[in-house]
């Protein structure tokens, strides 16, 4: 049963570029939430998506958005980067309906913008 | 909004020895629910337990275990047997329940290290 998958695992940009990354759920799960991890810090929750909408969002600007596709998978995009953007960023696959259900992290993307 | 705080940056132990790493949390919701993620070097968030705020009962994982104080908001964690493997960021989270998956709102972590 393969788990939640990222790519790419590392990328650098530069200041002023766009980027995609992008997740696939694992295996039963329909909901996919992106999270930006700033070094030596927690994860910050950026927005979910569920049945193809984003149904919440983080303090986030509008540089970045995303997308879910019929299979689940999804993409994370981020336009007109800054030097702040560098960071870890982790997608997470869970249920969207029905109980909470625990969120299941993919090894994530170092995003570095020079 | 939910806050989440781990006031332990970092600890160390030795192999085989217990540790207990704290986290305090503050919400208004009544329903809600509690996580404790370990992110080894690898990077790979990893979950280890979670608990429900309606049970009483502690939730228990093999060696790991919890300490939920549901009237302190405390949610403390119980590593028993260290070993090397369990060498990793700890991340407390909190995630409020209305009937699916919600976000998840994590402290700042704390760095386990365990030593030989």
């Known amino acids: 049963d393969a788990g939640v998958t990222q790519s790419p695992t590392h990328l650098i940009k530069t200041r002023g570029q766009q980027v995609t990354l992008r997740c696939s759920p694992k295996?039963?799960?329909?909901?996919v939430s992106w999270y930006q991890q700033a070094l030596g810090q927690g994860p910050q929750f950026i927005f979910q998506y569920y049945e193809e909408e984003e149904r919440q969002r983080g303090n986030f600007p509008d540089r970045f958005s995303g997308h879910q596709f019929p299979n689940y998978s999804s993409e994370l995009n981020v336009n007109a980067l800054l030097l702040g953007d560098s960071a870890l960023y982790l997608c997470?696959?869970?249920?969207?309906?029905?109980?909470?259900?625990?969120?299941?992290f993919g090894p994530g993307t170092r995003l570095t913008v020079l | 909004a939910q806050t989440v705080t781990q006031s332990q940056p970092e600890m160390s132990v030795q192999e085989a020895e217990t540790v207990t790493l704290s986290c305090t949390y503050d919400t208004s919701e009544n329903n809600y629910y509690l996580f404790w993620y370990k992110q080894p070097p690898s990077r790979q968030m990893i979950l280890v337990i979670r608990?429900?705020?309606?049970?009483?009962q502690n939730a228990t994982e093999n060696r790991f275990s919890v300490n939920f104080q549901k009237a302190a908001k405390s949610f403390s964690l119980k590593i028993s047997d260290s070993q090397l493997g369990d060498t990793a960021m700890y991340f407390c989270a909190f995630m409020k329940w209305q009937g699916g998956s919600e976000k998840l709102v994590f402290g700042k972590g704390m760095k386990l290290t365990v030593n030989p």
């Open positions: 295996s039963g799960h329909d909901t």
């Open positions: 997470a696959s869970s249920l969207g309906a029905g109980d909470a259900d625990t969120q299941y």
């Open positions: 608990q429900e705020a309606y049970k009483q």
